[in-house]
């Protein structure tokens, strides 16, 4: 089984326009210093962003039929208590992933964006989980908050009582959103609390990748990385990318990390299909003395996501 362990379904009614013009910019960033032109704002929210766009999730089923993957984990994103409110509320917005999980039941899984900081954080992941289907937490620090502070803990017991994993965004971000929340070491009490809940770090931390995979050999048996986005190193240097992955399993073990994409922005790095075709053939195509086996890369792949929820292969 294939599963993408950590993507998003993008409509520009869940975000607030403070964070789509920055994107906008950092695209304009990009063209210019590859002197592949310099377009507006306007342009690259017309040309760029909004094909991205999928009101229905088609688009994102399309492409997971046209990769060979079988099920994506979805993150809702609340973001707009830090950087200014979207058009729709968090209810709504978890709503919205939730009811794509519904009409994809084979397909999706749901993560509910939360941020501890609102008045009624609880009882909204509450509604999200048993009202509209949501089936994960997804915190997003960068807005503003540490994932261990005293607020996120109300929502952390909540989520381990429901059962359901927390999967909480590692690495440096662009502005508005603040980086310094996102260091892997926020995790650590919480795995030290909360002993029933799964806690999964996004990204494998980025440049604190290292920080990460010594936190996971410590931490027992409930703290995993996703290694989305991390398309960007794979094509900027394939070796670097391949000596982090193996230096991640030989610390750790192949059994905490889960592959994913972060879509749908990082299609215009490697496409999906290319970025698994990727990792499928690590253990032929993988740098002089780097070996990884067959059984590793299914893990990360998907059995090790299909355990989190107990999915049959
Ligand atoms: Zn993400």
Known sequence: MIIDAHCHVWTWDIISDNYWNELAEIAIDFFRKNK???????????????????????????????????????????????????????????????????????????????????????????????????????????????PDSKESYKVLEKAQELNIPLLSHLGPISKPLKSKYARPVYLDSIVSDFPRLTVIGAHLGFCWWHEMVNLI????????????????????????????LRAAFDEAAASKFLWGTDNPVLEAVIPMKDWLNMIKELPENAPDGIKFTKEEIDAVLGENAAKIFGFKS
């Open 36 to 146: 592949l032109g310099s377009p507006t704002v306007e342009q690259v929210k017309k040309g760029i962003m909004d094909p991205m766009m999928d009101a229905d999730g088609s688009k994102l089923i399309a492409n997971m039929d046209a990769s060979g993957v079988d099920r994506a984990f979805i993150m809702a994103l609340d973001w707009g208590y830090g950087i200014g409110e979207a058009e729709k509320t968090v209810d709504e917005i978890n709503q919205f992933y939730g009811s794509l999980a519904k009409k994809y039941p084979d397909r999706v899984v749901a993560f509910a964006g939360v941020d501890p900081r609102r008045a009624d954080a609880v009882d909204i992941l509450d509604r999200a989980v048993n009202d509209y289907g949501c089936r994960g937490l997804k915190y997003h620090p960068t807005a503003g908050f540490y």
């Open 217 to 244: 050999s410590a931490k027992a048996t409930t703290l995993y990385a996703d290694f989305s986005g991390q398309q960007v190193t794979a094509r900027r240097n394939f070796a670097e990318f391949c000596h982090m």
